[in-house]
């Protein structure tokens, strides 16, 4: 197929300011995903916006059912049940306790 350009699973982005680091989510623009290198402002690292991962959790939160809806909060740089003034980034793939300070997603690769 002519038009092909990519798989999609990880996208060639612009560090914003500050870089980035390898492991760490980072929502850019509409895009959410974890970078898979480290990387200085300015510069291309490739961003992954499909996976499961291990990621930063709002404590308090405790995460029973499988498959429900995360959330982005970007203030706070951790994801989260509370849809209201986050970003839809993906689901539950595994169950977290309320005083966990992580938690695994599947990110689902839109918003």
């Known amino acids: 197929m002519k038009n092909f350009v990519q798989h999609g699973d990880t996208l060639d982005m612009t560090a914003p300011a500050g870089g980035v680091i390898s492991?760490?989510?980072?929502?850019?623009?509409?895009?959410?995903g974890v970078a898979t290198a480290s990387a200085d402002a300015g510069t291309t690292f490739p961003l992954r916006?499909?996976?499961?991962?291990?990621?930063?959790?709002?404590?308090?939160?405790a995460w029973a059912q499988e498959?429900?809806?995360?959330?982005?909060?970007?203030?706070?740089?951790?994801?989260?049940?509370t849809a209201s003034g986050n970003t839809k980034v993906g689901s539950v793939a595994s169950a977290a306790l309320s005083a966990a300070t992580t938690g695994v997603i599947r990110l689902n690769g839109i918003v």
């Open 23 to 32: 492991g760490t989510a980072y929502l850019i623009g509409a895009l959410f």
């Open 49 to 61: 916006v499909v996976g499961v991962y291990t990621l930063p959790k709002a404590t308090g939160e």
């Open 67 to 81: 498959g429900a809806i995360l959330y982005w909060d970007n203030t706070n740089k951790r994801l989260t049940t």
